[in-house]
């Protein structure tokens, strides 16, 4: 039985091989190779597909690239989403290579944000710690921080340093007895098929009455389609980091455990594989 | 960056409160033909308040419009923009007015949304040229007052950043929201040691509008005084 921590590395160290083609209509000078690289699941695709960059900067000329963006089958990829949850929501069961295409042009405005350096990458992973330690301490445990710190945990993202990261980052994961858990549990349910990008509300790990909720729990109030009845069909996954936790897995654990960096909870929910 | 949150904990706007002070906010709205609405999102209860509004920069504004502009002085709309010099309010050309489309055209879009996180409203805005071609963050950031730059600059938290909108999934340009409850708290406790009835949403909309080009006739304030009932 694996131990706590080592679910913690488990999910830091997840990859997914991607390969990178750059798209038919770009103006090259030659014809471009695809690039292969493995993607981080916990890191942002802008943070790290420099090298993606550099290897098509390599017969294209400068005034025909404009900010590089990337799309998989027609969607345009989110940067500012976790890349593991970009490939639980889109290619989830699909066979690996994930194939991304490479753009220069015709940057989609209505869809993507801009991300013209790596600051923006640290001031919004910056701004959704900040945002979950609002639901879990009132912002108490960040705030109270020094700046120092916070750069740490932007840093051991950045150069996927575990260590680094979370010595930082189990403050974030501190609670009182008393409490039994954080004030409201940090999630966002993301799926395909509606325009509102994701659900996101309060809720608690434990009730007043002291009974710990679950991730079944969860997806009853949020999503409740997502649930299979008793007698019916099972119609969706439910994914996080690449796997179906147990519904029955409480809250509070899949929190401390399974939250991405940013300290949420990335849930997808995704029609069952028709094979 | 220590800040204490404690005395926020009284203050929260729940998510009950924000859509009654909308409610309130919106059926002033209409009685003075702002163009504030609500708008629902799809395929759930959620929704937000929504305004469209379309701008000239100074200088052009179409002599057609003078008479306009003297009817919202009698209003005592804020004329912060006027008075600096940066924009002319104009209408949103509803049924049958013709206005220039000259090249200075600007349609900007406002959206107050709930934020759960932060249990207060945020304010989202994206603005376009009337080809569609949106304006980038710089763009937005040139058409803020000098004065309130210095203030937006103070800090990281402060300034206008591009974020997904919550309900659209679509880039919009955000306030943040984390220190909302500092400038917020005082006028809320104020209200409640008067007895004085306070529309949260509107007292909070004139402090972050006018630094995005957003401005409140000041009847909305006066509307909000003739309450009997303070909303929870």
């Known amino acids: 039985m694996a131990d706590d921590k080592d679910v913690l590395r488990d999910v830091w160290f997840g990859r997914i091989p991607t390969s990178f083609t750059l798209y038919q209509d770009e103006i090259t000078e030659r014809e471009a190779d695809p690039y292969y690289l493995l993607l981080p699941r916990v890191s942002y695709l802008t943070l790290v597909t420099d090298k993606v960059k550099k290897h098509f900067q390599k017969v294209m000329k400068q005034e025909d690239m404009g900010e590089m963006w990337l799309e998989y089958e027609g969607t345009p990829l989110k940067w500012h989403y976790p890349i593991g949850l970009l490939f639980d929501l889109h290619a989830s069961n699909t066979a690996l290579p994930w194939n991304i295409t490479v753009h220069f042009k015709n940057f989609p405005e209505k869809d993507l944000l801009h991300c013209t350096s790596n600051y923006v990458i640290e001031a919004h992973f910056m701004s959704c710690i900040k945002e979950a330690d609002a639901l879990k301490h009132k912002g108490q445990v960040i705030n109270e921080m020094q700046k120092k710190d916070h750069k740490q945990l932007w840093m051991g993202l950045q150069n996927d340093k575990f260590d680094q990261f979370w010595a930082i980052n189990r403050k974030l994961m501190e609670y009182s007895v008393e409490e039994g858990g954080f004030r409201y549990i940090p999630f966002r349910i993301y799926q395909t098929t509606s325009d509102r990008p994701f659900i996101q509300k309060l809720f608690r790990p434990v009730t007043a009455e002291g009974q710990t909720h679950t991730l079944g729990d969860l997806l009853k109030e949020m999503f409740s389609a997502a649930v299979t009845p008793d007698d019916g069909e099972k119609k969706y996954q439910v994914v996080i980091h690449g796997i179906e936790p147990v519904l029955e897995t409480p809250l509070q654990w899949l929190s401390e455990h399974l939250s991405y960096p940013d300290n949420f909870l990335h849930i997808s929910v995704i029609p069952m594989p028709t094979d | ?232």
């Not at chain 2, 929704?47 to 509004?53: A, E, N, P, R, V």
């Not at chain 2, 057609?64 to 709309?77: H, L, M, P």
């Open chain 2, 1 to 232: 960056m220590s800040r204490d949150w404690g005395s926020a904990e009284d203050v929260c706007l729940g998510e009950q409160t924000f859509r009654l002070c909308c409610e309130e906010f919106i059926q002033h709205s209409r009685s003075i033909n702002d163009e504030w609405d609500w708008e629902h999102s799809q395929g759930s209860e959620d929704g937000y308040m929504k305004k469209i509004l379309l701008k000239a920069a100074n200088g052009s504004t179409p002599p057609a419009w003078d008479d306009q502009r003297n009817v919202q002085g009698e209003k005592g709309e804020l004329e912060l923009e006027a008075q600096h010099g940066v924009y002319e309010e104009l209408e949103d050309p509803g049924a049958g007015c013709s206005i220039t489309t000259g090249p200075e055209m600007t349609r900007y879009e406002y959206h107050v949304v709930y934020s759960s996180s932060y249990q207060s409203p945020v304010l989202y805005f994206r603005a376009c040229k009337l080809d569609g071609r949106p304006l980038s963050l710089e763009e937005i950031w040139e058409r803020v007052h000098d004065n309130y730059k210095d203030r937006l600059l103070q800090g990281p938290w402060d300034t206008i950043t591009q974020q997904e909108h919550p309900l659209l999934g679509q880039p919009f340009f955000i306030l943040h929201p984390c220190r909302t409850h500092e400038f917020m708290t005082p006028i809320i406790q104020a209200a409640k040691e008067e007895n004085r009835h306070l529309n949260v949403i509107t007292a909070w909309l004139s402090m972050v509008g006018p630094v995005v080009g957003l401005a409140l006739p000041i009847s909305y304030a006066t509307a909000a005084s003739k309450h009997k009932t303070a909303p929870d």
